[in-house]
């Protein structure tokens, strides 16, 4: 069936959903600020986060760098002090960027610099940052941003990881679904949340769907069972062996109970006879 009754839903319900999640102060708010603003809002129509806008969840405004510049030419970069190739985003359409979200959107309780050097972000992040009200993304672009913007204007500069990207405006995406998706009522089955990688700090479970075979290949039998008690015992102990086999460094941090960890010497102690094997 998929989300084919939340679409249906008519505009003047939806209307009316919205008014009353925004009057219990539930709406997350999220102002992206790029100098393209069409790419950012393409990645934010459809889906879960296209769903949470339509649904009032999420309030998400894109706003055009260029509308903050002062000049006939709208210019929001120059060359870097001391010389060197590429050019750099000046700070003062960003800092009126984020002075006119804060006069027309209300203070934000974050202002993320997207930056390859800031800080990794995690899922430890989103789930924080989902209980915010309100999150301000900068998206920079050519050689970097302006050193004062990260010094004086964003509270948090933030990577999504160990290569450089053209822009800011897909480390955007990838932050603001990572948020939203944490925030009550976007993703329509809450444990579906819950039980995603990393949020228990160990990666998922895999998934099977029909047909019970594909080109020879089976589905565990136990998922077959109708045992739901071994159903749920099976994805633990396969989200353990999972994140022991492809995250090893995951394991240190889980938080594990008796059984887990019992499981662990298990799949460890399988691990070391492998290697011996391997090496022999
Ligand atoms: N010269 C810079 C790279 C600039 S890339 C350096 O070596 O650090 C241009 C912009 O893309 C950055 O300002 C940032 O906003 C964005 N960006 C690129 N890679 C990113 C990453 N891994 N995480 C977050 N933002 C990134």
Redo the contacts with the bound molecule.
Sequence with gaps: MGNGAADAAHPAELEHERQARALAGQVMKFDIVTIFPRMVEAGLVEGVIGRGRTSGLLDIVVHDLRAFTSDRHRTVDDVPFGGGPGMV?KPEPLFGAVEKIRETRGTPDAVL??????RRFTQADARRLAKAGHVVVL???????DERVREHLATED???????????EV?ALAIVDAIGRQVPGVVGDEQSVDEDSFTRGLLDHPHYTRPAEFRGHRVPDVLLSGHHGEVRQWRRREALRQTVERRPDLVADAPLDDEERKWLRGLQGLREQDEKQGSE
Aim: hydrophobic share 35%; aromatic share 8%; glycine share 24%.
């Design positions: 985003l610099l997207m930056s390859p050097a800031g998206c920079g672009r050519y050689e970097g941003v933030v990577s999504i990881g160990d290569y450089v990207l053209s822009g800011g480390p």
